[in-house]
């Protein structure tokens, strides 16, 4: 089993079992790796450990119940594993600041946001991603589109930059920084087909060569994980989309997008910027 489909198979176990007991023998055993393998590599791309991933997962989704006030916060509580009100009430309140029942009261239609998880960068290391959020203003791309399959299993992705860099000259560039883009529509890794384009950015007016597609990104809010060259594409993606659950950031239904500052070189492993759409 490829090390990517391992992680993405380890997220998936975590996810479908926030409401039972895991243990990281289970989650390892999942995904077909050892668990020192695992719990290096997950921290290597969280720069946390996996108790505390599973923790705030827990207590994200526990602040999503609290919106239906039909349900107790006891229930909640013992739904998501807590011995009692008490110990859920801690842990919800290193979390998001105060108690479930402050929360419940106060509570808007998108839950609180635990950013200073993200601000501290204490733990991190040049190997490991960091992350920030990041509000962009809108712009414009011209570039090459695919079909493409998770794990880019048959080469597609690799094959459209390789295609789309030999292309490159056609457009007529205005700006001095280059900066290209890996785009995948409204893809959140779960999807087994997708399409993905290979493109850079442009000034609105460019006139772009003939096969190649003009597209608009919207101004919008983004989680920002900068990622080193020694992650590849596929765990970062896996890492990142759980990280931002875990905080509690809902996504939105928006392209998923890779910067690249520079020519883009390599599709399996390149150091880039992924941008998690956020609401």
């Known amino acids: 089993m490829a090390k990517e489909q391992s992680l993405q198979k380890a997220m998936d176990y975590i996810e479908e079992n926030l409401t039972k007991d895991i243990s ?19 921290k290597r791309l969280t720069g946390d450990t996996v108790g505390a991933y599973i923790l705030r997962r827990r207590i994200s989704m526990a602040a999503n119940d609290l919106v239906d006030r039909n349900k107790s916060i006891v229930s909640i509580a013992f739904e998501y ?7 859920f009430t801690r842990a919800f309140r290193r979390v998001y600041g105060m108690s479930p029942s402050k929360y419940r009261k ?3 239609s998108v839950p609180l946001k635990r950013l200073t998880a993200i601000s501290d960068q ?10 920030s959020l990041l509000q962009t203003e809108g712009l414009v791309v011209a570039g090459l589109e ?6 880019d299993s048959d080469g597609a992705v690799g094959k459209l ?3 789309f860099l030999a292309r490159l000259e056609k457009i007529q560039l205005i700006q001095d920084k280059v900066t290209m883009y890996g785009i995948c529509e409204q893809e959140t890794c779960n999807n087994e087909n997708f399409t993905y384009m290979a493109a850079i950015g442009i000034d609105a007016g460019t006139d772009i060569p003939s096969g190649m597609t003009k597209k608009f990104i919207s101004p919008q809010n983004f989680f920002q994980a900068s990622v080193p060259d020694c992650i590849s594409t596929p765990d970062a993606y896996a890492g990142a989309i759980g990280y931002a659950r875990s905080l509690g950031y809902a996504l939105k239904d928006n392209d998923i997008i890779e910067v690249y500052d520079g020519i883009f070189q390599n599709p399996d492993v390149n150091r880039f910027r992924l941008l998690i759409p956020i609401i």
Request: glycine residues 4%.
């Open 161 to 163: 930059w390789s295609e």
């Open 24 to 42: 990281y023998y289970d989650i390892a055993r999942e995904a077909g790796i050892s668990v020192p393998h695992f719990y290096r590599l997950f």
């Open 122 to 131: 204490s733990v991190m290391d040049e190997h490991q991603m960091k992350f």
């Open 146 to 151: 695919c079909r493409a399959v998770q794990w």
């Open 106 to 108: 106060s509570i808007t």
């Open 81 to 87: 594993g807590f011995e009692s009100h008490d110990v």
